[in-house]
């Protein structure tokens, strides 16, 4: 099975500022997707972004990016003019586009803080 | 914008009783997960649905779970004889042609 990790149990961030969080998975596949999704504490999972492996260009959505390096099997997720509504757990999950396996592997998440 | 559902949002039951968490997922979907997250833990997969059978089970879908699409709209989550180990938050999630899967708020089961 695919693992995915996420190094970073815990991070902090000032608001207004840049955060990076890491994540890494292990594959032997070369078409497959990852995610991030974010969990507040309403414990609700909710996509934030996503990215096609055969895609070499990074996903952006708003404030959110990706620097996706396929060579090194790491997805990291940046979030840029932090906000408070940003604090969360993040998931980086994984998912692999062979038919018939369709569910996502997650990382064991990271807790951000975002500091006013 | 079109979500997924789950009901109830908490669940409280004693351990050996059989449970039911429901979910109705988005409506042109056509793939249905139930996914569980012990507290404090990650998410974890349990079974996938498709075309009114299980696609895909992991180690954890042992005999005591089973799911159903008794109607054109509900998906259902069925615990026979719940555990204390049980105690869990259940997500539902849907997918329809894109990759993209999309989970309900989920369900707080407690195990007593």
């Known amino acids: 099975a695919q693992t995915v990790t996420q190094s970073q149990p815990e991070m902090s961030v000032q608001e207004a500022e840049t955060v990076t969080l890491s994540c890494t998975y292990d594959t032997s596949e070369s078409d497959y997707y990852l995610f991030w999704y974010k969990q507040p504490p309403s414990r609700q999972m909710i996509l934030v972004i996503r990215q096609e492996a055969y895609k070499q260009q990074n996903a952006t959505e708003n404030r959110f990016s990706v620097n996706f390096q396929k060579a090194a099997k790491s997805f990291s997720l940046k979030i840029s003019d932090s906000q408070l509504g940003d604090a969360a757990m993040y998931f980086c999950?994984?998912?692999?586009?062979?038919?018939?396996?369709?569910?996502?592997?997650f990382g064991t998440g990271t807790r951000l803080t975002v500091i006013p | 914008e079109p979500e997924v559902t789950q009901t109830p949002s908490h669940q409280v039951t004693q351990m050996g009783q059989e449970v039911i968490l429901r979910c109705v997922p988005i409506?042109?979907?056509?793939?249905f997960y139930w996914y569980r997250q012990i507290l404090g833990q990650k998410v974890e997969f349990l079974v996938s649905f498709y075309n009114n059978e299980i696609s895909e089970k992991s180690e954890i879908f042992d005999d005591q779970f089973s799911v159903e699409r008794p109607d054109g709209s509900n998906f259902t989550l069925k615990i026979r004889s719940t555990k204390l180990e049980d105690s869990a938050m259940y997500f539902c999630?849907?997918?329809?042609?894109?990759?993209?899967?999309?989970f309900g708020p989920g369900t707080r089961l407690t195990v007593t």
């Open positions: 999630a849907s997918r329809g042609d894109s990759y993209e899967q999309y």
């Open positions: 999950a994984y998912r692999s586009s062979r038919a018939g396996a369709n569910n996502l592997f």
């Open positions: 409506s042109n979907h056509l793939y």
